[in-house]
């Protein structure tokens, strides 16, 4: 009885983001590597002892001698990244969001961004993403990232986009960090005819009440949240940025000023240094008023548990912000 309800648990805590019944693809991130490397020798694949939960084991079976594995030393993976860049290679590098960022910032900072190396960091459990406590929860990653000089930040919503994405930081130069999801990915914006571009933010849903401007998982959520709230005649745009730094300032300001709708920020990512910040210094910088709330993680450490109860807990779940958006507009009517 104990090992059963221990193994519930467990599952829950790291369940798959998909909804029942929702299309998904498996592994897209490995699966697209290795599809590019196929037509680019340089592209190497290196992880510190994470391969399986990263998926780059896929892109392991097929190139091997091609593959790196560096054990538990993220300092020394980002180290010896950054040395294959130099000599010519496209390192993608693999771990765990928190161990990139908390372990290795020192390393990425001086060895591969002063020196606007050619190495793609690609991060798994970002944000909320696992129940496994503040050991596992990289809800500040994209802060520390976005203090440093030279680093793109790509934060995909779906496996289409990160089909996408892959071959589009391949060609872009200089180091990216790309938080990534794994496992068992939905598939959301092959709906929308969307195609990802690095500095872009797309529109995939147009409102005239709210615009909710989103990144990542957050933009899944988004969507899930328009059409809730259009069943109540609310009708809500929402604005997927995908990369954050460099921020598509244009496409945002655009958006926010061409009507006077309630504008929300929503990523999956403490409140602090992330795309609420961006969006609002963004607006502050160009002296631009706006009914501005945001939609992100609290500054705090975050409980343990099942995933579906702390999305609600902490409200980045579509039912509690739907709810959010029908208070703030009842207040701002």
């Keep these: 009885m104990t090992m059963t309800k221990k193994k519930l648990t467990t599952s829950a805590m790291i369940a798959s983001i998909a909804e ?14 290795s599809e590019l490397a196929k037509t680019r020798a340089e592209i190497v694949g290196m992880t510190a002892d994470l391969s399986k939960y990263t998926d780059l084991h896929i892109f392991a079976q097929q190139y ?10 993220e300092q020394l993976l980002m180290g010896a990244a950054g040395g294959m860049a130099k000599s010519g290679l496209i390192p993608f590098v693999t771990t765990y969001a928190v161990f990139a ?17 050619n ?20 809800t500040e990653d994209i802060a520390m990232m976005r203090g440093i000089p030279n680093m793109t930040i790509i934060d995909p919503c779906d ?35 969307y195609k990802f571009e690095i500095g872009k933010a797309k529109l995939l849903e147009d409102g005239n009440d709210v615009l909710i401007i989103s990144t990542g998982l957050l933009t899944m959520r988004a969507i899930e949240v328009a059409k809730i709230l259009k069943k109540d ?16 300032t244009e496409t945002i300001i655009k958006q926010v000023t061409q009507s006077d709708r309630l504008i929300i920020t929503a990523e999956n990512h403490t409140i602090m240094g992330g795309l609420g910040e ?21 500054d705090q450490f975050l409980h343990a548990g099942a995933l579906p109860t702390l999305h609600d807990q902490y409200g980045i779940s579509s039912s509690v912000i739907s709810t959010n958006i029908k208070k703030w507009l009842a207040e701002s009517s």
């Design 20 to 33: 029942e019944g929702q299309e998904t693809i498996s592994a897209p991130f490995g699966h697209a590597l």
């Design 64 to 73: 091997p001698e091609r593959f790196f594995q560096m054990g538990m030393a």
């Design 101 to 117: 960022t908390r372990r290795a910032f020192d390393f990425i900072h001086q060895v591969i961004a002063e020196e606007n190396l």
């Design 119 to 138: 190495v793609k960091i690609a991060v798994a459990l970002p944000g909320l993403t696992t129940g496994y406590g503040p050991s596992h929860q990289a």
């Design 159 to 193: 496996a289409y986009e990160i089909e996408q994405v892959v071959p589009a930081i391949a060609d872009h130069q200089g180091p990216v960090y790309m938080r990534l999801l794994r496992g068992k990915v939905p598939v959301v914006l092959k709906d929308y005819d």
């Design 233 to 248: 005649n609310i009708n809500v745009a929402v604005l997927h940025c995908a990369t954050i730094k460099p921020l598509d």
């Design 278 to 298: 961006a969006v609002a210094s963004l607006l502050m910088s160009r002296n631009i008023q706006a009914n501005l709330k945001q939609i992100a993680l609290p």
